[in-house]
């Protein structure tokens, strides 16, 4: 089991707020982990853990660019307190790839152009692979519909769906 680096808050010493043990099991491996019982999985994701494809976008879960799968449903992380988590299977963007081959979804957002800054990416594409895998990636009204909770700044949208379909289209199985 692998052990995550956990600093130590100021004044941890005197703190009334109780520390939680957790494990997460993140991209297939388990990480038992000490920290605050406020700890969001997003802050334990990119801080504790060093994953940093899931973004800090609003902190308010309005924006989707913290999104990431746990138990293979998408989630906004930001609003989930790490502490639910415990024992359950967490995949972040960097968990995508096998074998060091980027997953049919991310080629697709890279052949489509379906970026432009690359902030909102990892959740645009978090939240692709559950769309698909939950069949709702038929239409482009669907895709629309679903993708809503994920926002793009530079207004990439188009090409984001265009990624999508043609993954859809193709008949890849862009799930897990």
Same mark, same amino acid.
Request: aromatic share 4%.
């Given at each position: ?25 993140? *991209? ?25 494809? #899931? ?26 307190? #790490? ?66 909770? *994920? ?7 188009? *090409?984001?769906? #265009? ?14």
């Amino acid at each position: 089991m692998k052990h995550a680096d956990t600093p130590t808050r100021p004044g941890e010493a005197t703190s009334q707020i109780p520390d939680v043990d957790v494990t997460l099991h993140v *991209n297939g491996d388990p990480y038992r982990m000490r920290f605050d019982s406020r700890v969001t999985l997003l802050d334990a994701l990119r801080d504790h853990l060093g994953l940093t494809g #899931a973004k800090k976008g609003c902190d308010q879960g309005a924006c989707g660019a913290c999104t990431v799968l746990v138990d293979g449903k998408r989630i906004v992380s930001c609003l989930a307190l #790490a502490a639910q988590y415990d024992g359950r299977e967490i995949t972040t963007v960097e968990g995508l790839t096998e074998d060091g081959e980027p997953h049919p979804l991310q080629k697709a957002f890279a052949r489509h152009d379906a970026f432009q800054c690359g902030y909102c990416t990892p959740g645009q594409i978090m939240s692709a692979v559950s769309l698909e895998a939950e069949g709702r990636a038929g239409t482009d009204a669907d895709i629309r519909e679903f993708m809503s909770g *994920n926002i793009c700044r530079c207004g990439a949208y188009p *090409n984001i769906r #265009a990624a999508i379909r043609d993954v859809v289209s193709e008949g890849n199985d862009a799930s897990l």
